[in-house]
């Protein structure tokens, strides 16, 4: 590369983050249905067939705001994972790390938020590109509960386990309650649900059983039921304990996903 392709590059990439944190402003002030391209160019002072050189229509823009807002909260989750390995922690406190992380990325960023856990954006249909960035955060979670599965350590569905130094060893009983009954296996998921989270699975790359991935995707869902009601104004008079409910409500969806 020469050094006026180093220089238009630069200045290239310049521009497109130039333009996307003026449409996140624009997020922020008005949501993501009234994004429109001819008021972020005016805005930075750009006629629109400028703009249109990067990023030609809007789809094209919310696209590249919705895979990074996906990227960001999945390195936020990676990043709390990873620290909590290094520090040795067991199953559950890296579950804690990584949701703790979610969530704190999600009320800092509540426009972003919005924007992937939100309302549907009218006339949007997220392309196939998103898929992965999308699942970065919960491939976490999932890789938590498969090194808790190969250390035999996870409560799979429809399985019965020797729980004596498994899940919730160690723990203080006021934060996992009563030691579940190792004799009665839990339910496991409908057959229709298991072939599909078996899909998902071998889709994933993950070892784990159809059983404890259908669990795990009942949780996911839940965890951001969580995150939409407390950002989303739901928990208005009901909940003020908010760090307290969360961390409470983060130990019950480990005790579904088998890690309690």
Known sequence: MTKIQGARERARGEITTAIKDEARRQLAAHGAAKLSLRAVARELGMVSSALYRYFPNRDDLLTALITDSYDALGAAAESALAHSAEQGDAHLARWQAVCRAVRGWALDHPHEYALIYGSPVPGYAAPETTTGPAARAALALITIAADAHAAGALRVPGETEDLGAGPGAGIPAAHVGPEPDASVPLPAAPAPVLADTHDLTERLDV?????????????????????????????????????????????????????V
């Open 207 to 259: 070892a784990l059983p159809a059983a404890a991935m259908a669990q795990l995707a009942a949780v996911w869902a839940q965890l951001f039921g969580l995150l939409s009601f407390e950002l989303f104004g739901q928990f208005e008079g009901v909940i003020a304990a908010r760090d307290e409910f969360f961390d409470h409500a983060v130990v019950g969806l480990a005790r579904v996903a088998g890690l």
